[in-house]
């Protein structure tokens, strides 16, 4: 029970993961392709596509990060470079945990195929023409992936892409901050 503002009663429900400590989500990018895991997620009893993601089961969630990137993906440690995205809370009116973004941005190529999580059918990269088909067809509805593209176009590590007014073609938008981080 709470007391609410007014000053009311209430009751609610308040899940604390991990004894409060945040979780990560890491979205891998190479040369504005994302990366991105397949899993069976039980609550929704569908197979879907997401970015690597996890509890915190440490304190410091770059060392979770780097877990979650070894355990879900085909990347290894030295190809990479983990750039912080912020923050969010996937659930603020249920879930306490707040949950750390990442791009793992790669510095190599690293191929598709089955990671060592046996909860991962396969690892996957896609273009961004391809997340926003996916996007639209339902195919792609994790909420982590989600934010997690908005920040990394917001911070230029993935170029937002856009249709050209009048000729239907798509152009990708490059500025000096999305060069930089190639």
Same mark, same amino acid.
């Given at each position: ?31 504005? *392709?994302?990366?991105? =895991?397949?899993? $069976?997620?039980?609550?929704?009893? !569908? ?5 690597? #993601? @996890? ?60 990671? *060592?999580?046996?909860? =991962?059918?396969? $690892?996957?990269?896609?273009?961004? !023409? ?5 996007? #639209? @067809? ?45």
């Amino acid at each position: 029970h709470v007391r609410a503002p007014d000053p009311s009663v209430q009751k609610y429900t308040r899940i604390v993961e991990s004894d409060g400590r945040p979780g990560v989500a890491v979205i891998p990018v190479l040369r504005q *392709r994302v990366g991105l =895991v397949q899993v $069976f997620r039980y609550p929704i009893s !569908n197979t879907v596509w997401e970015i690597p #993601r @996890g509890f915190g089961d440490t304190a410091d969630p770059s060392v979770n990060s780097h877990r979650e990137i070894s355990e879900e993906t085909t990347l290894e440690l030295s190809g990479y470079d983990l750039v912080p995205l912020g923050s969010i809370h996937a659930n603020s009116g249920l879930l306490a945990n707040e949950v750390i973004l990442y791009a793992a941005v790669c510095t190599r190529m690293f191929p598709d195929g089955k990671p *060592r999580d046996p909860e =991962v059918i396969q $690892f996957k990269w896609f273009d961004l !023409n391809s997340l926003t088909n996916m996007m #639209r @067809g339902g195919e792609l509805s994790d909420s982590f992936t989600y934010a997690a593209l908005l920040r990394a176009i917001q911070e230029g590590i993935l170029c937002e892409e856009r249709e050209i007014v009048g000729t239907g073609a798509v152009s990708s938008v490059l500025d000096s901050k999305a060069t930089s981080h190639r």
